[in-house]
Every structure is written in structure tokens, then in C-alpha cells.
């Protein structure tokens, strides 16, 4: 967006170099009600124009688009196109999702996440105890261990996997996600045959 000041760049010299800038609003224009990541534009410029003929171009970006290295590519694109390049020296790659986002988990696997982090943070443990989540893992689907069928025995365990109380409460949902996935890479046929083995000593 343009905007034009009543005012040149030497009569506010002074303090627009002060941060934060005292005139950032009128730099910058402030869409109503954008505050949270939703609501906020995608991607904003606004060119303002001086009385003495300098300008300044100021720019806010939703986070979610960009990270910093991309917006200074970005940044330097636009500079390039404005000086008249036909197209720009860095080409963009157009693939909007990282190749390696093949993880996948399932409803159950949220669900014990989430009930194991909002049981951790209720319970107000110290942050450096270690808090445990297990659920019962069925040795009959998992490959590597194929269980034949005819098999009448018991074919489960209980894998556990630990963690700091701190990290559990503080870390995004995905942290405790990835604990409730990795339970499920224990149960190999090493460990039911120690489950097992434990099974008949303990009796």
C-alpha cells in the first residue's frame, strides 16, 4: 500500500532511528483485529513517500509463511524485479511441503499424548521428577515380531518411555507425541521375550 507524508525525512531524523520507532503506525499500517496468526495478512508492504521525496518501506509478515532468510530472499527479489531483471537471479521453488513429511500417527496416538501432557501439568510435579506414559502395545500387529496365527497365548506388553516433567509441560504437544510414538519401536521381539522372562521370575 502507498501512503504519503506532510513531513521530510530531516525533520525526523532524530528519533526515527529509536527503537521501538516512535512512528510505526503511521509507517505501518495496522489492520483491526490481527493480532493473532490467523487473522494476521499473509504478507503486508507499505510504501510511504516523504515531502522531500525519500521514502520508506516497511513490511510485516505472518511467521507462518517465512522464516528471516526467506523474507531477505524474498526482499532481494523484489529489489531486483524493481530495477527492471526480467526475472530473479535466485528462482523460487514452488513446493510448498517439505519432502521428508511422510510421519504419520494415529487418532489413539493424539489422544494419549494429550491426556498423558494435561494429567502431567495437573498433577504440578516438579519439573526435574520423571514422569513415565505406557499403554498396551499388541505384539500381534506389529511386523517384526510375527505372531502366527494359532497362537493362544498372551501377545501384548506395557513399553514405557520416560521424560522430565519440565519437558513434557513446556515443549509443544509434538513432544509428547513423539514419546507416545516411540513406545511402539520398543516392542520388539527382544523386549517380549525379556517381558516374559521377567513374567517368570517375578512370577
Known amino acids: 500500500m502507498k501512503a504519503d507524508a506532510d513531513v521530510t525525512l ?3 531524523d532524530d528519533s526515527v532511528h529509536l527503537l521501538p520507532c516512535p512512528y510505526i503506525e503511521e509507517l505501518l499500517w495496522d489492520v483491526p483485529n490481527s ?3 490467523l487473522a494476521s495478512p499473509l504478507l503486508l508492504i507499505q510504501v510511504t513517500q516523504f515531502k522531500c521525496g525519500g521514502f520508506s518501506f516497511a513490511i510485516r509478515m505472518n511467521h507462518t509463511i517465512s522464516d528471516t532468510l526467506g523474507l531477505v530472499q524474498f526482499l532481494i527479489t523484489i529489489g531486483e524485479m524493481d530495477n527492471g531483471a526480467t526475472q530473479p537471479s ?7 511441503l517439505l519432502p521428508n513429511l511422510q510421519k504419520s500417527c494415529t487418532t489413539f ?3 494419549i499424548a494429550c491426556l498423558g501432557k494435561c494429567r502431567t ?19 500381534r500387529v506389529i511386523k517384526d515380531i510375527q505372531v502366527p496365527n494359532g497362537y493362544y497365548s498372551n501377545a501384548f506388553a506395557f ?22 510414538k516411540e513406545i511402539k519401536t520398543q516392542m520388539t521381539l527382544e523386549y517380549i521375550k525379556s517381558v516374559a522372562g521377567l513374567m517368570v521370575i517375578k512370577g
Open 10 to 12: 530531516e525533520e525526523i
Open 35 to 37: 493480532n493473532s496468526i
Open 90 to 96: 535466485q528462482l523460487p521453488i514452488w513446493h510448498t
Open 109 to 111: 496416538e493424539v489422544l
Open 121 to 139: 501439568i495437573s498433577l504440578c510435579l516438579d519439573p526435574f521428577d520423571t514422569v513415565g506414559v505406557s499403554y498396551m502395545v499388541n505384539a
Open 159 to 180: 513399553p514405557m518411555v520416560l521424560s522430565e516433567v519440565g519437558l513434557v509441560c513446556d515443549r509443544p504437544l509434538g513432544y509428547a507425541l513423539e514419546l507416545v
